[in-house]
Antibody, heavy 120, light 107 residues
Framework: EVQLVESGGGLVQPGGSLRLSCAAS????????MSWVRQAPGKGLEWVAN????????YYVDSVKGRFTISRDNAKNSLYLQMNSLRAEDTAVYYC?????????????WGQGTLVTVSS | DIQMTQSPSSLSASVGDRVTITCRAS??????LGWYQQKPGKAPKRLIY???SLQSGVPSRFSGSGSGTEFTLTISSLQPEDFATYYC?????????FGPGTKVDIK
């Protein structure tokens, strides 16, 4: 069974940093692109970033470019999102998601999410 | 970026009703569209991929159709567990973009 478990969320001041983690199990982590998706309170879904199997390619939505960094450790079956220069508008539940093996940019399985609140 | 719209934004329906949700893309995306269901406080769950392919384990009352710029998700006979918010996702090109969602609640 595919399992994705996020951690690392919390309350942070504007301009601060936070690192999210996602522990994957139930599949061969190193064979899949992986993504982060976020959802602001009461709002819709927004794709944030993804990373290739070996970490050699990374893509970001424009609103986080230069501030967020996605990375992975295949030996630990883990995905990360380093978030710097955080803004109030980054407040959201952040989901770790697995990219579909056969279709680019399509997501299949999701974790339960971790809440990031940016506020003074 | 490709823009996605959904209609309606919300609807009220009764158990047993046939429900149809429409998703439109600002430009052609072939059949590169997925549909997701999200219940309050839960992660999204994929229902449909490639516009019309049913995800394994998803009940057959869910179906998808369309290609190009217009797509539909149909629930043939609404069940109590189907009350949720539904999102489409275009995955034809970077960046992948979700529709704004359609909330289905109880009439």
């Amino acid at each position: 069974e595919v399992q994705l478990v996020e951690s690392g969320g919390g309350l942070v001041q504007p301009g601060g940093s936070l690192r999210l983690s996602c522990a994957a199990s139930g599949f061969t982590f190193s064979s899949y692109w992986m993504s982060w998706v976020r959802q602001a309170p009461g709002k819709g879904l927004e794709w944030v970033a993804n990373i290739k199997q070996d970490g050699s390619e990374k893509y970001y939505v424009d609103s986080v470019k230069g501030r967020f960094t996605i990375s992975r450790d295949n030996a630990k079956n883990s995905l990360y999102l380093q978030m710097n220069s955080l803004r109030a508008e980054d407040t959201a539940v952040y989901y770790c998601a697995r990219d579909d093996r056969y279709f680019d940019w399509l997501l299949d399985y999701w974790g339960q999410g971790t809440l990031v609140t940016v506020s003074s | 970026d490709i823009q996605m719209t959904q209609s309606p934004s919300s609807l009220s329906a009764s158990v047993g009703d046939r429900v149809t949700i429409t998703c439109r893309a600002s430009q052609g995306i072939r059949n590169d569209l997925g549909w997701y269901q999200q219940k309050p406080g839960k992660a999204p769950k994929r229902l449909i991929y490639a516009a019309s392919s049913l995800q394994s384990g998803v009940p057959s009352r869910f179906s998808g159709s369309g290609s190009g710029t217009e797509f539909t998700l149909t629930i043939s006979s609404l069940q109590p567990e189907d009350f949720a918010t539904y999102y489409c996702l275009q995955h034809n090109s970077y960046p992948p973009v979700f529709g704004p969602g359609t909330k289905v609640d109880i009439k």
